[in-house]
């Protein structure tokens, strides 16, 4: 399997723009930017966002796969990822979880979302410090 994106850029960096197309259709053309990725004065996306929402993803499924697999229903799963930067490049992620989940107590629940954070295919290629917190609800 294989997934592509493509970048379309004109301009200098900081004057410049461009625009963001996947494979799938969901970003079509969708603007990126200086002021989209460092000063949010232009609605449009960045890498970094882009990435917080492929390892959200990407998380959030593992966990998911996880739960399944040891045999607990699953209400709903909703998880925040947060990139940190700082002048010399991104310096970690942090995920939050939430999940409601029947049957399960919070240190199994716990458990499960620490071995994602491991594992998830977007931690696995990530040479940067990730965390995570788990928060069960009923």
């Known amino acids: 399997m294989k ?3 493509k970048a379309h850029w004109e301009g200098s960096v900081k004057e410049g723009k461009g625009n963001l197309t996947t494979q799938s259709g969901v ?3 969708t603007n990126y930017s200086f002021k989209t990725r460092f000063t949010g004065e232009e609605k449009g996306t ?6 917080a929402a492929a390892h959200a993803g990407c998380f959030t499924m ?3 796969f996880a ?3 040891k045999g607990f229903g699953i209400t709903f799963l909703d998880t925040e ?3 940190s930067m700082d002048h010399a490049g991104i310096t970690g992620v942090h995920l939050v979880i939430i999940g409601n989940i029947p049957g399960i107590d919070a240190q199994e629940f716990e ?5 994602a954070e491991k594992n998830c295919l ?3 290629v990530l040479n940067i410090p990730i965390s995570s917190e788990a928060h069960l609800v009923h």
């Open 3 to 5: 997934r592509s994106a």
């Open 27 to 29: 970003l079509n053309q």
């Open 46 to 51: 960045n890498p970094e966002e882009l990435l």
């Open 62 to 64: 593992a966990v998911s």
């Open 67 to 69: 739960l399944t697999g």
């Open 81 to 83: 990822a947060t990139v």
């Open 111 to 115: 458990a499960i979302t620490k071995e």
């Open 122 to 124: 977007i931690s696995k």
